[in-house]
């Protein structure tokens, strides 16, 4: 994809039926952008990145943020800053699908 454009993320979603699919809008060694899209009951499991800060920000559904002790629910508009090290993963607990942004910095090497 040719940056700098404007786009609608949630039209690059790409979903798959056995797990969670990815997509990248965008990566650099400082930044990387992409897409988590969930079918219904499908999960990111609990898991953390060592010097990694990541921004989730849902743009279609609802389910859960899973933190290492809590569950926080979720729907389109709502926002997690996951810092670097701290365990986090998502899970669909709703009837439709669920397309979140991503946003890590620095890029993953």
Avoid: C
Wanted: proline content about 6%.
């Amino acid at each position: 994809m040719e940056h700098p454009q404007a786009l609608r993320p949630e039209e690059h979603a790409e979903f798959r039926d056995e797990k969670m699919g990815k997509a990248t809008l965008f990566a650099s060694s400082r930044i990387l952008v992409g897409l988590n899209a969930f079918r219904p009951g499908q999960e990111h499991a609990l898991h953390a990145h060592a010097g990694l800060d990541k921004v989730y920000h849902v743009l279609q559904g609802e389910g859960l943020f899973l933190l290492e002790d809590s569950e926080v629910e979720m729907a389109a508009g709502t926002l997690l800053v996951a810092p670097a090290d701290v365990a986090h993963g998502i899970r669909n607990t709703g009837t439709g699908d669920l397309v979140v942004l991503a946003i890590l910095a620095p890029g993953p090497r």
